[in-house]
C-alpha cells in the first residue's frame, strides 16, 4: 500500500465524518472544572467540621474520659469527617488532573495547593459557624450518626463512668434536675462541685457533668461545665420556653461581659 | 497548484484553521505526519506493516473527528503524537499482546544515545541492529516510548510533557529509569557497546 493509497483512504474515510462540535469539548472542560471545584468545595466543609469537632472538643475534661491525652485524642478523632475530607481531595485531584492543563502538576504539587485550598476555605467557613451547623443538621436527620460519627453523645452517656451530659430541667435551691441525651431525668446534688465562675444555671442549658453515679436516680456531681459542641441538644431545652443560648464557654464568656 | 504550494508552507496551527473550514485541507496535514507517525507507531508498537497503517487510519480519523478541540497552546506535532501515543496504548490493550519484532534506525539511535551510554560507534551495525532493536523489543512500553520520543524522535522534555500527559519531572524520571532498564537488559542479553 502506498503512502498516497493512505492519505486518500483517511481522505474517502472522513468524507461522511464530522468533526465534534467544539461547544461539546468546552462543555466537557468546564465540566471537569465544576466537578474539581465541587469536590473541593465539599472537602473545604468537611475541613470545616472537622475543626469544629476538634476544636469543640472535651479538651478540659479529657482525663476524666480517657487515661492519656493520646487515648482522648484517638477517641474523639472525627474519622468520618477525616474520611470524607480526604475522599473529597482524591475526588478535587481526579478532576484537576483531567483538565486541559492538568497533567503540567505534579501529585504533590496537586495535593499541596488542595491543602492550602482547603486550609483557609474550612477555616473560613468553620469561623461563619458552616461546621457547626452541618454537624448539627447531621446530627438531627442522619440516623446513627450521634452514635457512630460524632460519638460524644456516647461519651457523655457513660453514666456509669461518671460522664453526665444533658440539659437543665429543674433548678432548686440545693439540687437541680438534669434529663439525660437518653430522656432520663438526674437529680443532682451540690455537693464536691467546682462550678466556673462564669457558668449560671440556666433551666434549658445543656451541659457536662463529671461526677460519680449513686444509684438510679441520684448522680453526684464533681464538675458541671457548659456543653461544648453537641448543638443539637438545644432541642432538648424541654422546660424552657424562650429561645435557648447555645452553649459554649465562648457565648457565656460574651453573654458575661454584655 | 500554486495553491497547494503556499497551504504547503502554512504552518500546522493554519492548516487546522483551514480544516476546521474545509475538510479537504486536512489532506496537507496528513501528508505532513503520515510518515513521521508511522515511524513512531512502528517503533512503539512494534506491528507489522498493515497494522501500523491501519492504525495510523485509525490515529488521522480520531484526529479528524477531535480537530475543535485542538488546544491552541499545545504545538500541534505534541497533540498528534498524543493521540498516537492513545491510540497504540489502546491497541495494546485490546490485543493484550506484546509488541515483537520491530526494527530500529540504529545509525540514529546511536548517534543520539552514544553520548548517554559510551556506545563506541565503531561496533558492527548489523550487530547493534539486531541486538539493540531486541533490547527495545523487550523493554517495558512505557520506557521504550520515552526512549524512543527523546533519542529517536528528538523531542523536547517539555513535548514528551505534552505527549504523554506527564509532568516534566515525571518525564525526566522515566527517562532515567528507561536508560537504566535499557542498560540491564543489554548486560542480561550479554550485548557490549
Known amino acids: 500500500m502506498s503512502e498516497k493509497n493512505i492519505s486518500d483512504q483517511i481522505l474517502d474515510k472522513i468524507k461522511n465524518v464530522k468533526p465534534k462540535p467544539r461547544w461539546q469539548f468546552l462543555f466537557k472542560d468546564y465540566m471537569v472544572w465544576f466537578l474539581a471545584s465541587l469536590a473541593l468545595v465539599v472537602s ?47 475526588i478535587a485531584y481526579y478532576y484537576f488532573r483531567h483538565t486541559k492543563k492538568g497533567y503540567k ?37 442522619v440516623p446513627f450518626y450521634k452514635e457512630l460519627i460524632n460519638r460524644r453523645q456516647h461519651i457523655w452517656s457513660r453514666i456509669d463512668d461518671g460522664l453526665l451530659g444533658g440539659v437543665i430541667v429543674f433548678i432548686e435551691k440545693d439540687y437541680i434536675v438534669i434529663k439525660d441525651i437518653e430522656g432520663h431525668d438526674w437529680v443532682i446534688k451540690h455537693f464536691n462541685t467546682s462550678t ?36 443539637w441538644m438545644r432541642e432538648r431545652c424541654l422546660a424552657a420556653k424562650e429561645d435557648c443560648p447555645l452553649m459554649n464557654e465562648r457565648n457565656f464568656l460574651n453573654t458575661r461581659s454584655n | 497548484m500554486s495553491d497547494i504550494v503556499n497551504k504547503d508552507n502554512l504552518n500546522d496551527e493554519d492548516l487546522v484553521k483551514l480544516t476546521i473550514e474545509d475538510q479537504e485541507n486536512f489532506l496537507y496535514l496528513i501528508k505532513r505526519y503520515e510518515a513521521k507517525l508511522g515511524r513512531y507507531v512502528r517503533r512503539i508498537a512494534g506491528l507489522g506493516k498493515e497494522d501500523t497503517e491501519d492504525l495510523l ?22 497533540w498528534i503524537y498524543r493521540i498516537a501515543h492513545n491510540e497504540v496504548i489502546d491497541n495494546y490493550r485490546k490485543k493484550q499482546s506484546r509488541p515483537q ?3 530500529f534506525d540504529v545509525e540514529n539511535l546511536l548517534n543520539n544515545l ?4 559510551n556506545i563506541t560507534k565503531d561496533l558492527d551495525h548489523k550487530y547493534l541492529q539486531a541486538n539493540i532493536s531486541q533490547v527495545l523489543n523487550v523493554m517495558d512500553l512505557k520506557y ?12 523536547e522534555y517539555k513535548e514528551i510533557s505534552d505527549i504523554l500527559k506527564k509532568p516534566m519531572g515525571t518525564v525526566a524520571t522515566l527517562i532515567s529509569r528507561a536508560k537504566q532498564q535499557f542498560l540491564q537488559k543489554m548486560k542480561e542479553q550479554d550485548i557490549k557497546l
Open chain 1, 44 to 90: 473545604s466543609l468537611s475541613f470545616a467540621v472537622v475543626l469544629y469537632m476538634m476544636i469543640d472538643n472535651d479538651w478540659d475534661v479529657y482525663t476524666s474520659i480517657s487515661n492519656s491525652l493520646l487515648e482522648f485524642v484517638f477517641l474523639t478523632l472525627p474519622y468520618f469527617w477525616l474520611l470524607f475530607l480526604g475522599i473529597f481531595i482524591l
Open chain 1, 105 to 141: 502538576f505534579s501529585l504533590s504539587k496537586i495535593f499541596l495547593a488542595s491543602l492550602i485550598i482547603n486550609i483557609l476555605m474550612g477555616t473560613f467557613l468553620y469561623n461563619i459557624g458552616v461546621g457547626k451547623t452541618i454537624d448539627n443538621v447531621v446530627s438531627q436527620k
Open chain 1, 196 to 231: 466556673p465562675g462564669f457558668l449560671s444555671l440556666e433551666i434549658g442549658h445543656p451541659v457536662r457533668i463529671v461526677g460519680q453515679k449513686i444509684d438510679e436516680q441520684n448522680f453526684e456531681m464533681y464538675r458541671i461545665l457548659p456543653m461544648r459542641g453537641m448543638h
Open chain 2, 57 to 78: 487510519q485509525d490515529i488521522f480519523i480520531k484526529t479528524y473527528q477531535n480537530i475543535n478541540s485542538f488546544d491552541k497552546d499545545l504545538k500541534f506535532s505534541s
Open chain 2, 101 to 103: 519484532g520491530a526494527s
Open chain 2, 114 to 117: 552514544a553520548s548517554e551510554f
Open chain 2, 144 to 155: 521504550r516510548e520515552v526512549l524512543i520520543l527523546k533519542f529517536l524522535e528528538e523531542k
